[in-house]
């Protein structure tokens, strides 16, 4: 099929989904997953008032561009950006010029179940603001934080802890080393008026971590340390664990593939008994239930217990192969 023909249909299929959306004033999602709808690498979203076409291995042709852009303004007349991913490091290339890169590299307003998020679709750094796949992660958050005190790592822009905010939660703490996106996650919290419940922590997630957790601060071998904010230990009601792939730093390493341990035990001690843990590993090569068990292992060897699991799916505008998604979230009550 043409990639007209791929995402004519995408479109079609989506139907239902977008008009629940729009009841819900969600005005960002998938409109094309490329990986699972028959065009690798080609990735469509909505994000407010623009269409976000993204291309991760092959540059479009100009004609290519001009119709998937034709499909998507008969569809919805908004802005097109055009960001090609395709280089190195997955960077944005503006190979491309088109009618709304000044657009492109200006602030918006989007909104997910009402909740308002700052968007740019290009800037400083190379993803989108708003990671649409954890919107269930969001929701989940949002519907389980009344009167809790939460504790999202990896916060990237703080879209969990806004959401956890709005859900009424009494205390979040958004831990991240990026001050350009902790900056857009006080521009989110600033949105909903919700600042005053809503902390910004930046700093190396091993540090912060391991002191929340009441444990000594380590290092890898002939790595000098360098400053990081100091924190006392503390447990909380909700704790959001979301890494990258794989990280590096003189703290520690980030690897999801062979050792989240490395990261979930010392978050596993920030858990009150009787708390919840939401786990994310967005690796596809990592088994589920593999990677489910150790979890559980892990959670033992620290003389606690698993007493319920709650696994959290994708929404439907990020179809997966035989509903086996890469992202894998799951909540984990613990005593």
Not at 41 to 69: K, M, P
Not at 148 to 155: A, D
Not at 232 to 246: G, K, Y
Not at 303 to 325: E, M, S
Request: charged share 20%; net charge negative.
């Amino acid at each position: 099929m043409s990639i007209q023909a791929v995402v004519t249909e995408a479109l079609a299929k989506r139907a239902s989904f977008i008009e629940q959306a729009k009841q819900n004033n969600t005005d960002c999602y998938r409109v094309f997953h490329g990986t699972v709808e028959g065009e690798n690498g080609l990735n469509i979203d909505r994000y407010g008032d623009a269409w976000l076409i993204q291309t991760f291995h092959q540059t479009l042709t100009a004609q290519q561009l001009e119709d998937i852009s034709s499909i998507l303004t008969a569809h919805a007349d908004y802005h097109i950006v055009y960001n090609d991913r395709s280089g190195s490091h997955s960077r944005v290339v503006n190979n491309v010029e088109n009618e709304a890169q000044d657009y492109s590299q200006s602030e918006q307003v989007i909104h997910e179940n009402g909740i308002a998020f700052t968007s740019k679709l290009r800037h400083e750094g190379q993803d989108p603001l708003l990671f649409l796949d954890m919107r269930i992660g969001r929701e989940y958050v949002c519907d389980n934080s009344q009167d809790k005190t939460v504790l999202n790592l990896f916060s990237y822009t703080c879209g969990i802890g806004t959401a956890a905010a709005m859900g009424g939660a009494r205390r979040v703490m958004n831990v991240d080393f990026s001050s350009f996106a902790l900056a857009a996650g006080q521009k989110n919290a600033e949105l909903n008026n919700v600042t005053d419940v809503c902390e910004f922590v930046q700093s190396d997630a091993f540090p912060a971590l391991r002191q929340l957790a009441g444990l000594p601060i380590g290092g890898r071998r002939n790595q000098k340390l360098p400053k990081y904010p100091k924190l006392r230990a503390t447990q909380f009601d909700l704790v959001f664990l979301d890494p990258p792939r794989f990280a590096k730093s003189a703290f520690g390493i980030v690897d999801l593939v062979n050792d989240y341990q490395g990261l979930f035990k010392p978050a596993v001690l920030t858990t009150k008994v009787g708390g919840k843990i939401v786990c994310c590993n967005n690796v596809a090569k990592v088994e589920r239930q593999a990677w489910y068990d150790s979890l559980v292992r892990c959670v033992e060897k620290q003389g606690r217990k698993v007493t319920a699991t709650q696994w959290l799916a994708c929404h439907p505008d990020f179809p997966a192969f035989d509903d086996n998604h890469p992202l894998k979230i799951v909540v984990l009550t613990i005593d």
